[in-house]
């Protein structure tokens, strides 16, 4: 698709290309917490991500995955807690 921007330029929309994978940085802020927690996690082996080289990324999916899971696990642990025995 093209378009005009006020300039009179023409405006190209390319596809996006979609995000398969995240730097540390991005992971944490994605999952509001600090880089340092997540490092933590990484090095525990608790969070979903893979080394490339040097480089260490998160897979969007597997974070989706992973946060699910977690939410889920929180949820029955939370309502184990609170039923009266």
């Known amino acids: 698709m093209i378009g005009f921007n006020p300039k009179n330029t ?3 929309n390319v596809p996006e290309t979609p995000c398969l994978a995240m730097r540390p940085r991005e992971a944490a802020k994605a999952l509001g917490i600090s880089e340092r927690l ?3 996690h990484t090095e525990r082996g608790t969070i979903p991500h893979i080394r490339l080289g040097k480089a260490i990324l998160y897979p969007v999916d ?10 889920q696990s929180d949820l029955e642990q939370n309502n184990n807690e609170k039923k009266p025995e």
């Open 10 to 12: 023409i405006i190209r």
């Open 38 to 40: 997540l490092w933590e």
């Open 62 to 71: 597997s974070l989706r995955g992973w946060l699910k899971k977690q939410a």
